[in-house]
Structures are given as structure tokens and as C-alpha cells.
């Protein structure tokens, strides 16, 4: 009888071990999805470039008025793994909705108004929206992609209302 007991005891403390991992086992859970894309390519391009967010601060409406704009904030696009045996340089395009107050920039949206983004290559040229950049010239290894993005009012005067904005372009590399 004290053997039946000892090994109902020793189940029974087994038993409860075993419930107290159970309930540590529900103490936290989550999920990681990890996604991309492979590509046919000389380059890969960085994680850290592929989603951006470019601050352009806060601009003084007065800064913009009659056509003005605000200083440049460069930005760059990295690209990682360049192998140059075939393709030597790549041409960027940057998309998106076009300015209605602007000419040639990219619209923003939100409560300012009467703005919109300029964005300009290494070389300070003003880049068209859907046209392609010059090609630069890529090295084998890793290379930086340079561009800057700038705040432009409207020449129309008394046109620009203060607010937040954002703007959003896509980009596409093309490789020659």
C-alpha cells in the first residue's frame, strides 16, 4: 500500500511539472514573416533602401511663396552585390502622381497644398517623373545611388496652405 501510494505521489508531482510547462508554453507567442524577391540583376539592392521615408522638415510657407523652395535632403539608394562583367551602369526612373500646382514635381497630399517634391541626381539635374536618369557608372561590390528631394511652391501666388504632406514615388533601376 505505501509503494501505491509513493508512486501516486511521484505521478502525481510528474503530473503537475508537467502542467506548469504547458502553461509556460502559452506564456508568449508570435510570428516572424520573412519575404522578397530575387531578381535577375548586376545588383542587389539593400534592404535599408528598398522602403524609405525621407524627412523634409518644416518648411516656412514664406520660404515657398512666389516659387521657392526649401533646402535639399539627399537620400540614396544602395545597391549591394554589384557584378559588373555584363552590365556597367544602371539608370534610375522615379513614378508617381504629378503635382497640380507644381510642373514636373511629384504631388503631395494631406492638408498642405500649393507644394510639391523636386528631387535632383548627384550631379544637381532635376530628374523628370517616368524619365529614366542618366546612366551611372557601377563598380563591382557595393555601390550608393545619390539623389536629393526638395520642397517647391507654386509660382501661382497665395496659393500654398500650411499642413502636413507626404508624397510617395516608386522607383525602378535599369541596368545596361
Known amino acids: 500500500m505505501k509503494c501505491?501510494?509513493?508512486?501516486a505521489l511521484i505521478s502525481l508531482f510528474m503530473l503537475s511539472g508537467a502542467a506548469s510547462l504547458v502553461q509556460a508554453a502559452g506564456a508568449g507567442q508570435?510570428?516572424?514573416?520573412?519575404?522578397?524577391a530575387i531578381i535577375e540583376a548586376a545588383c542587389s539592392i539593400a534592404p535599408e533602401s528598398v522602403d524609405q521615408t525621407i524627412g523634409l522638415g518644416q518648411v516656412a510657407k514664406s520660404v515657398l511663396d512666389s516659387g521657392g523652395s526649401s533646402e535639399p535632403e539627399t537620400f540614396k539608394i544602395k545597391l549591394v552585390g554589384c557584378d559588373t562583367s555584363t552590365l556597367k551602369t544602371v539608370s534610375t526612373t522615379f513614378t508617381g502622381g504629378a503635382s497640380a500646382d507644381v510642373p514636373?514635381?511629384?504631388?503631395?497630399?494631406?492638408?498642405?497644398?500649393?507644394?510639391?517634391?523636386?528631387?535632383?541626381?548627384?550631379?544637381?539635374t532635376l530628374i523628370k517623373l517616368g524619365t529614366p536618369t542618366p546612366p551611372q557608372i557601377i563598380q563591382d561590390g557595393n555601390n550608393d545611388l545619390q539623389f536629393g528631394a526638395f520642397l517647391q511652391g507654386s509660382a501661382t501666388p497665395d496659393i500654398i496652405k500650411p499642413g502636413e504632406f507626404t508624397?510617395?514615388?516608386?522607383?525602378?533601376?535599369?541596368?545596361?
Not at 501505491?4 to 508512486?7: L, N, Q
Not at 508570435?30 to 522578397?36: A, S
Not at 497630399?109 to 535632383?120: K, L
Open 104 to 124: 514636373g514635381a511629384l504631388g503631395i497630399v494631406g492638408t498642405a497644398s500649393g507644394a510639391g517634391i523636386m528631387m535632383r541626381d548627384a550631379s544637381g
Open 167 to 176: 508624397a510617395i514615388t516608386n522607383f525602378s533601376l535599369a541596368y545596361q
Open 30 to 36: 508570435g510570428t516572424v514573416t520573412f519575404e522578397g
Open 4 to 7: 501505491v501510494k509513493k508512486t
